[in-house]
T-cell receptor, first 116, second 112 residues
């Protein structure tokens, strides 16, 4: 149980375009989802926290107009990178927290974004 | 802001040897997690430590938590090549809304 999927697993896009990444909890309801970014050989940096049905909370330094997060249902959150630039190339990982189990986060497999 | 530091950042060890990775954090916490990450992959949960003095073991890995010292250790016993990966600790602060703060990571290479 407690499986989180991400789609796509990797994506290449051209500079200036937008790309959407989906994060789904497959067998549980996720009241909260988290989006992380990881650059090569670095740690995970939290970008934003989203609660179902409300606006996401962004970490300091993360542009909310550039990284649009939507958590429209208890099983789906999306991250849209708008007007992507090569410096947005990174590994994006989502995690989900199940309702009533606040001590655990279940991580998705990650999405590799390359902006050319 | 809660800061989490791991030591060492890079570790190269021979098969069969023992070693310990340290995770220090800067503020009060009652939950600490250890994860493994293989290249190009996401995180694999290893241990969840929920109280002071907690010790958990799985195979050649053993994790412990000392909340008073704000320190967790991940001990590797008789390392094998399959343990080569990057290991992260993550801490949840008491007043941070269950947000995870990740350590810097320790890249472990086990040499045959």
């Amino acid at each position: 149980g407690a499986v989180v999927s991400q789609h796509p697993s990797w994506v290449i896009c051209k500079s200036g375009t937008s790309v959407k990444i989906e994060c789904r909890s497959l067998d549980f309801q996720a009241t909260t989802m988290f989006w992380y970014r990881q650059f090569p050989k670095q740690s995970l940096m939290l970008m934003a926290t989203s609660n179902e049905g409300s606006k996401a909370t962004y970490e300091q330094g993360v542009e909310k107009d550039k990284f649009l997060i939507n958590h429209a249902s208890l099983t789906l959150s999306t991250l849209t990178v708008t007007s992507a630039h090569p410096e947005d190339s990174s590994f994006y990982i989502c995690s989900a927290r199940e309702a009533g189990r606040s001590y655990e986060q279940y991580f998705g497999p990650g999405t590799r974004l390359t902006v050319t | 802001e809660l800061k989490v530091e791991q030591n060492p950042l890079f570790l190269s060890m021979q098969e069969g040897k023992n070693y310990t990775i340290y995770c220090n954090y800067s503020t009060t916490s009652d939950r600490l997690y250890w994860y493994r990450q293989d290249p190009g992959k996401s995180l694999e949960s290893l241990f969840v430590l929920l109280s002071n003095g907690a010790v958990k073991q799985e195979g050649r890995l053993m994790a412990s938590l000392d909340t008073k010292a704000r320190l967790s250790t991940l001990h590797i016993t008789a390392a094998v090549h399959d343990l080569s990966a990057t290991y992260f600790c993550a801490v949840v602060g008491l007043n941070t809304g269950n947000q995870f703060y990740f350590g810097t990571g320790t890249s472990l290479t086990v040499i045959p």
